[in-house]
T-cell receptor, first 116, second 114 residues
Framework: GAVVSQHPSRVICKSGTSVKIECRSLDFQATTMFWYRQFPKQSLMLMATSNEGSKATYEQGVEKDKFLINHASLTLSTLTVTSAHPEDSSFYIC????????????FGPGTRLLVL | AQSVTQPDIHITVSEGASLELRCNYSYGATPYLFWYVQSPGQGLQLLLKYFSGDTLVQGIKGFEAEFKRSQSSFNLRKPSVHWSDAAEYFCAVRPGAGSYQLTFGKGTKLSVIP
């Protein structure tokens, strides 16, 4: 099946710094990628939808200036958490839309962010 | 708005026993339905999906799910659970063709007793 990678898998940063998370589709072109946030023992909450070459669409309540999303190519989307604070600590998961007849989202392994 | 309910937060079964995880959805039409599995600290892996046709869907790792329109349900089953099946299971729905946004249930954690 299609493979989606995320980097880094785990990051610890100081409060006030910015952190970039990369999401790559390794063997298919993804015109659309999604970013989710998952709190401990919770479900996945969609943060934003990222379309290649255009601005991301953010879900209600998600600060677009804090969570910057860039989808510059068909295989790469990045999420930058700007001026991170401890409440931003979470598990961030990306997914990519594969249109190879599967009509299925393929998920990355996730990035654990801890802000001290 | 569509919603997904997984009534069971945590289920414990013995290895070798059968398993059924419940999922109910609320949506005006028949959505596309999915089951994903998440191991600790990992992303999600697709187990199976239903778009149309045969209401009994076979997936990977010996899982199957049955779509019941009258009950708005899409329950996941496995006849004999293995210790490696211990994980979090998420049911998800999508409105249908042309829409790719998923709505997830809160998940069911499966523990397996050796």
């Amino acid at each position: 099946g299609a493979v989606v990678s995320q980097h880094p898998s785990r990051v610890i940063c100081k409060s006030g710094t910015s952190v970039k998370i990369e999401c790559r589709s390794l063997d298919f072109q993804a015109t659309t990628m999604f970013w989710y946030r998952q709190f401990p023992k919770q479900s996945l909450m969609l943060m934003a939808t990222s379309n290649e070459g255009s601005k991301a669409t953010y879900e209600q309540g998600v600060e677009k200036d804090k969570f910057l999303i860039n989808h510059a190519s068909l295989t790469l989307s990045t999420l930058t958490v700007t001026s991170a604070h401890p409440e931003d600590s979470s598990f961030y998961i990306c997914s990519a839309w594969g249109q190879g007849g599967q009509e299925t989202q393929y998920f990355g392994p996730g990035t654990r962010l801890l802000v001290l | 708005a569509q919603s997904v309910t997984q009534p069971d937060i945590h289920i414990t079964v013995s290895e070798g026993a059968s398993l059924e995880l419940r999922c109910n959805y609320s949506y005006g039409a028949t959505p596309y339905l999915f089951w994903y599995v998440q191991s600790p600290g990992q992303g999600l892996q697709l187990l199976l999906k239903y778009f149309s046709g045969d209401t009994l869907v076979q997936g990977i790792k010996g899982f199957e799910a049955e779509f019941k329109r009258s009950q708005s349900s899409f329950n996941l089953r496995k006849p004999s659970v293995h210790w490696s099946d211990a994980a979090e299971y998420f049911c998800a729905v999508r409105p249908g063709a042309g829409s790719y946004q998923l709505t997830f249930g809160k998940g069911t954690k499966l523990s397996v007793i050796p």
